[in-house]
């Protein structure tokens, strides 16, 4: 799917993003992984903003949220508002984003690896420009360890993609480590599609 065309669907998808703000589910894991999140937060791909809902204002100093879609940033703006928490915005695409090393003191990213053209290439710029002492924090969804569940999803991501405008088949985990992140925790639901990850910076 061509980027622009991929951002038009993010832009008509920001009322189901809002919505879904409020997701028990998914409201458990990013409490649990964003405990761990302090300082300076570079969050890409911030979506509707449902983050915001979970960063301790006594810990988080400033997030910088990131996203291609103008739609979702307008959202994303409302709800850090909403929370409190200090927040500014850059409409960007991933792949086009610089930032300087060792600038953020932890790196956000929830389910968004499914989307990104190339995640390899955006797991190693978290690792450049996470602090060598801070946090790459993930909660990401992907292929399931358990083959009755990892094969239709290999056999339905092409329809899954053209809807959805993301991947449900990537291997989230072996992406990970063929990065230079190197993980310190992970905590796995659902079979393995979604995957709560702590990771840091290589040394």
Known sequence: ?????LIK?????????????NNQTLAKWRKKILASASGRVLEVGVGAGANFLYYNK??????????????????????????????????QDVDKLDMDRESFDCIVSTLTLCSYPN?????????KWCKKDGYVLLLEHGL??????????KLIDPLYRKVS???????????????????????HYWSGIFRLIWARPSS
């Open 58 to 91: 006594a810990k988080v100093t400033e997030v910088i949220g990131v996203d291609f879609s103008s739609e979702m940033i307008k959202s994303a703006k409302k709800t850090a508002l909403q929370t409190g928490i200090p927040a500014n915005f850059i409409q």
């Open 144 to 153: 399931s360890t358990n083959p009755l569940l990892s094969v239709p999803q």
């Open 1 to 5: 799917m061509k980027q622009g065309k």
């Open 119 to 127: 995640p390899l290439q955006t797991l190693n710029n978290f690792n």
């Open 165 to 187: 405008g993301c991947h449900c088949n990537r291997d989230i985990m072996k992406l990970i480590e063929q990065s230079k992140l190197e993980i310190e925790n992970v905590e």
């Open 9 to 21: 669907k993010y832009d008509s998808q920001v009322q189901m993003y809002e919505k879904n703000l």
